[in-house]
């Protein structure tokens, strides 16, 4: 059995926008595609400055958050891929997080 591969010319991120439920990009083939911020745990629970800190990575093949650690692939999201994170690496991510914020409010 054959099996023939296509290429795929992946779209650069032109902008994004993160809201409190989506993550939404325009692409630069005239796209803008949307998914679920649950996809995104990190973002999910990122404040919305830590959200609107992000930069391009790859040519805008890609976007980082820098706040938060995240960074997420166009390819990644027109295949409909969540995030990779294990749930054990987000508990501790997580942990973390809560424990850094409650040692500042004090």
Same mark, same amino acid.
């Given at each position: 059995?054959?099996?023939?591969?296509? &290429?795929?010319?992946?779209?650069?991120?032109?902008?994004?926008?993160?809201?409190?439920?989506?993550?939404?990009?325009?692409?630069?083939?005239?796209?803008?595609? #949307?998914?679920?911020?649950?996809?995104?745990?990190?973002?999910?629970?990122?404040?919305?400055?830590?959200?609107?800190?992000?930069? @391009?990575?790859?040519?805008?093949?890609?976007?980082?958050? &820098?706040?938060?650690?995240?960074?997420?692939?166009? &390819?990644?999201? @027109?295949?409909?891929?969540?995030?990779? &994170? #294990?749930?054990?690496?987000?508990?501790?991510?997580?942990?973390?997080?809560?424990?850094? @914020?409650?040692?500042?409010?004090?």
């Amino acid at each position: 059995m054959t099996i023939s591969t296509v &290429e795929i010319d992946v779209p650069n991120v032109q902008d994004i926008t993160v809201t409190d439920d989506t993550l939404s990009l325009d692409l630069s083939d005239g796209r803008t595609i #949307s998914v679920p911020l649950a996809w995104y745990p990190r973002l999910l629970h990122a404040a919305t400055q830590e959200r609107n800190n992000w930069r @391009l990575i790859g040519n805008g093949q890609g976007i980082h958050w &820098e706040d938060i650690d995240e960074d997420i692939s166009v &390819e990644g999201l @027109l295949a409909g891929r969540p995030s990779g &994170e #294990s749930q054990g690496s987000f508990r501790k991510w997580l942990s973390q997080r809560q424990s850094g @914020l409650t040692s500042h409010s004090s």
